[in-house]
């Protein structure tokens, strides 16, 4: 109930690809979903959020698609650029607890090839 | 710019020390979370605080303590530790109470317990 399972573990793009990673979950009751972007050496850093109220959120090359009925979200990264190279992590807000702590897939590595 | 510093980048421990890592934060933010990094497991959260004095247990609280003393600063504290805690720490806040508060990390802390 309080897992969010993300695929693929790693994926290979080439450069002017789209790159999608998806996620599911299983509790309803999740009621924000971020997606967060990791470059090595660095934390993590919010790239991109949707609410569960709207199907689509797009923000420049990167878009949301969420799916209320069938409990997923995915990223959809549009002409994919050797910059964009980084692991991505989905993740749900945990809901009725204080300090809005999140809950984290496991993460996709993407490598773009130029 | 939001800033969230940590008190070391690498560090190098033997099984049953007491280790400290510290956070700090410069935005007078409400929220402080303890997440670790381990390759394929994703981040998972062991504390996090809503307020001074005041600490949740996450997912993965045992070996764990923690101390927020004042606003800014936020502790992790591992009493005893063992191999099984080498890992990449991660320190993050966010701002208040709301629905979709962005958390913003440190760099991390890679801790190896020989």
């Known amino acids: 109930q309080q897992q969010v399972k993300q695929s693929p573990q790693s994926l290979i793009v080439q450069k002017g690809g789209i790159s999608i990673i998806n996620c599911a979950y299983e509790?309803?009751?999740?009621?924000?979903f971020p997606w967060y972007q990791q470059f090595p050496g660095k934390g993590p850093a919010l790239l991109i959020a949707?609410?569960?109220?709207?199907s689509e959120k797009k923000e420049g090359r990167f878009t949301i698609s969420f799916n209320k009925s069938a409990k997923q979200f995915s990223l959809h990264i549009m002409d994919s650029q050797p910059g964009d190279s980084a692991t991505y992590f989905c993740?749900?807000?945990?809901?009725?607890?204080?300090?809005?702590?999140?809950?984290f897939g496991k993460g996709t590595t993407l490598s773009v090839s130029s | 710019d939001v800033k969230v510093t940590q008190s070391s980048r690498y560090l190098v421990k033997r099984t049953g020390e007491k280790v400290f890592l510290e956070c700090v934060q410069d935005?007078?933010?409400?929220?402080m979370f303890w997440y670790r990094q381990d390759p394929g497991l994703g981040l998972r959260l062991i504390y996090f605080?809503?307020?001074?004095?005041?600490?949740e247990k996450g997912d993965i609280p045992e070996g764990y303590s923690v101390s927020r003393e004042k606003k800014e600063r936020f502790s992790l504290i591992l009493e005893s530790a063992s191999t099984n805690q080498t890992s990449m720490y991660l320190c993050?806040?966010?701002?208040?109470?709301?629905?979709?508060?962005?958390?913003?990390f440190g760099p991390g802390t890679r801790l190896l317990v020989l």
């Open positions: 935005m007078d933010h409400e929220n």
């Open positions: 605080s809503y307020d001074v004095k005041m600490k």
């Open positions: 993740a749900a807000s945990r809901p009725n607890q204080a300090g809005t702590a999140l809950i």
């Open positions: 949707i609410r569960p109220d709207v």
């Open positions: 993050a806040s966010s701002l208040g109470q709301g629905v979709g508060e962005t958390q913003y």
């Open positions: 509790n309803t009751a999740f009621d924000y």
